[in-house]
């Protein structure tokens, strides 16, 4: 059998016909790094807007008059609720304390009476929740007995989520966009590598070689190919992201790293496309030279 | 061995070749002999089947053109050679490996390749030469490593495209002397030329091709 010599073609390739090889490399290289890159900034913009949204904060402010029923009411209200994720209770003390503490004043010194109202402070997870839902909630609550008034900031929240949404189309139009450049540059790479060597595929069937015996070395060089602009990318992106992170150092915090996960990931996606992109691109060759 | 029945071939831009009708036996040396763009390599193209009768049919041992699945084609052509004028040799392989890549092919193994392909280039005068690559070999000795590439198959008919269309008349005639000596050992060689003068005295039966018509044999 000759898998030795096909392997050994597979991997002679790269040296015979450096130009198409390097050219082919440096596109796989680039579009693994454009997709990662891609990849890393959508999912820090996406986390910033979950741990926004997952820590938002909502005031429940209670009457002066309120009873110890209407609090264990109000509590059980805001314990049963699937989306509260903390509940903290304010006391008229606390309040104080915290008011002095932020502005300075002692509010005793001040007036001679405590102004502040008690208050329930609650964490909601705004993820999985609309924003009408969270305008209800907070209707119903004011209607609870001992609850003056409920205040969010429900413009912050209007805008957050409706950028939400927006980030969430426009990434992935931005990915699906960066994703077929990608296939489109690669597919289009290989073909012209394919061409560049069309001699060695016509002299090959001219002495009896089949189908499968021309497109083996074509396949196995593609993935090779694959490979090393997988590798190329994870260097390239991870230099990319440190240089940022360098340049920016003091200015702003990015908090971005390069995740360890993508190097698997850009070898198995460069060498899918490697695989798909040369066997497609030497079968269509084939069936045409026929 | 070799069987035309009434083949006739239509390009898009003209004729190829019209309602040819004859039999290339074992062991023969025929020359197809005319003028450029008479036929003469549409004939060979036939024969190892990179081209397709438009009407009528070529059977070659027994592989039969009307017949023939695209799977077996690979089949037929390890038991044909083939020369070509230009050589087609690849600049990027030496000529020990050029010669083995008809032997690659067949999943010959690697002991038995380079026992053979020696053998095929010292039986054309060119084993000193196995380490160069073509672009250090003259047009004589690329064509003699062409042709060691045609026979290391041991092929039943060896078939030659104007292979002495590149090259002086003195190293033309050591090659046609080359090719006599390869069908002295049994192997039937089939050859284009529209070179007369090359063949006119030689005892070479001549199918002459005009217009994409046979008109003598």
């Known amino acids: 059998m000759s898998a030795?010599?096909?392997?050994?073609?597979?991997?002679?390739?790269?040296?015979?016909?450096?130009?198409?090889?390097?050219?082919?490399?440096?596109?796989?290289?680039?579009?693994?790094?454009?997709?990662?890159?891609?990849?890393?900034?959508?999912?820090?913009?996406?986390?910033?807007?979950?741990?926004?949204?997952?820590?938002?904060?909502?005031?429940?402010?209670?009457?002066?008059?309120?009873?110890?029923?209407?609090?264990?009411?109000?509590?059980?209200?805001?314990?049963?609720?699937?989306?509260?994720?903390?509940?903290?209770?304010?006391?008229?003390?606390?309040?104080?304390?915290?008011?002095?503490?932020?502005?300075?004043e002692d509010l005793s010194e001040v007036l001679d009476y405590n102004p502040l109202p008690s208050s329930y402070r609650i964490r909601l997870d705004t993820r999985s929740i609309s924003f009408s839902q969270i305008t209800s909630l907070a209707e119903s609550l004011e209607k609870q007995g001992g609850v003056d008034e409920v205040k969010y900031r429900r413009q912050l929240l209007g805008t957050l989520q409706q950028y939400y949404t927006i980030f969430l189309a426009v990434g992935g139009i931005i990915l699906l966009v960066v994703l077929g450049a990608a296939v489109f540059?690669?597919?289009n790479t290989i073909k012209l590598s394919i061409f560049a060597k069309r001699e060695v595929i016509e002299i090959m069937r001219l002495v009896g070689a089949t189908d499968?015996?021309?497109?083996?070395?074509?396949?196995?060089?593609?993935?090779?190919?694959?490979?090393?602009?997988?590798?190329?990318?994870?260097?390239?992106?991870?230099?990319?992201?440190?240089?940022?992170?360098?340049?920016?150092?003091g200015i702003v915090?990015?908090?971005?790293?390069m995740e360890i996960w993508l190097v698997p990931a850009f070898l198995g996606v460069g060498m899918m496309f490697g695989f798909i992109g040369s066997m497609r691109s030497v079968r269509l060759f084939l069936d045409r030279t026929r | 061995m070799i069987d035309f029945y009434n083949v006739t071939k239509n390009y898009g831009n003209g004729i190829g070749v019209r309602n040819l009708n004859f039999n290339?036996?074992?062991?023969?040396?025929?020359?197809?002999?005319?003028?450029?763009?008479?036929?003469?390599?549409?004939?060979?193209?036939?024969?190892?089947?990179?081209?397709?009768?438009?009407?009528?049919?070529?059977?070659?041992?027994d592989y039969d053109s009307s017949m023939i699945e695209p799977e077996s084609i690979p089949h037929l052509r390890r038991k044909v050679g083939?020369?070509?004028?230009?050589?087609?040799?690849?600049?990027?392989?030496?000529?020990?490996?050029?010669?083995?890549?008809?032997?690659?092919?067949?999943?010959?193994?690697?002991?038995?390749?380079?026992?053979?392909?020696?053998?095929?280039?010292?039986?054309?005068?060119?084993?000193?030469?196995?380490?160069?690559?073509?672009?250090?070999?003259s047009g004589g000795e690329q064509q003699r490593v062409s042709i060691a590439r045609a026979i290391v198959k041991d092929p039943f008919v060896l078939l030659a495209d104007e292979p002495t269309g590149n090259l002086d008349p003195d190293i033309a005639r050591d090659l046609l002397a080359l090719m006599q000596r390869i069908h002295e050992r049994g192997t039937a060689v089939i050859m284009a030329t529209h070179n007369y003068n090359l063949i006119k005295n030689r005892p070479f039966r001549r199918i002459r091709i005009e217009q994409g018509e046979m008109v003598d044999s």
């Open chain 1, 4 to 104: 030795g010599f096909l392997i050994k073609e597979g991997f002679s390739g790269l040296t015979r016909a450096k130009t198409p090889s390097f050219v082919a490399i440096a596109t796989i290289a680039i579009s693994l790094t454009l997709l990662g890159g891609a990849y890393e900034i959508g999912s820090e913009v996406y986390d910033i807007f979950v741990r926004m949204q997952s820590r938002f904060e909502m005031e429940v402010f209670l009457l002066p008059s309120v009873t110890e029923h209407d609090k264990s009411e109000v509590e059980q209200r805001l314990e049963n609720h699937p989306q509260v994720t903390s509940i903290h209770y304010v006391s008229k003390e606390e309040a104080a304390r915290r008011f002095s503490k932020e502005f300075g």
């Open chain 1, 185 to 187: 540059l690669i597919s």
């Open chain 1, 212 to 249: 499968r015996f021309v497109k083996t070395p074509f396949v196995i060089e593609g993935v090779v190919h694959g490979a090393i602009g997988a590798l190329i990318a994870s260097v390239l992106l991870l230099v990319i992201i440190r240089g940022t992170n360098f340049l920016l150092t």
């Open chain 1, 253 to 257: 915090n990015t908090g971005i790293d």
């Open chain 2, 24 to 61: 290339i036996r074992k062991g023969e040396f025929v020359c197809v002999v005319g003028a450029s763009g008479a036929g003469k390599s549409t004939i060979l193209k036939l024969i190892y089947m990179d081209e397709f009768p438009t009407t009528g049919k070529v059977v070659v041992n």
């Open chain 2, 82 to 137: 083939m020369v070509f004028q230009d050589f087609r040799l690849l600049s990027d392989r030496n000529v020990f490996e050029n010669v083995g890549l008809a032997l690659e092919v067949m999943h010959v193994n690697r002991r038995e390749i380079k026992k053979r392909v020696l053998r095929a280039l010292n039986s054309v005068g060119i084993g000193h030469r196995a380490q160069y690559y073509p672009r250090e070999l």
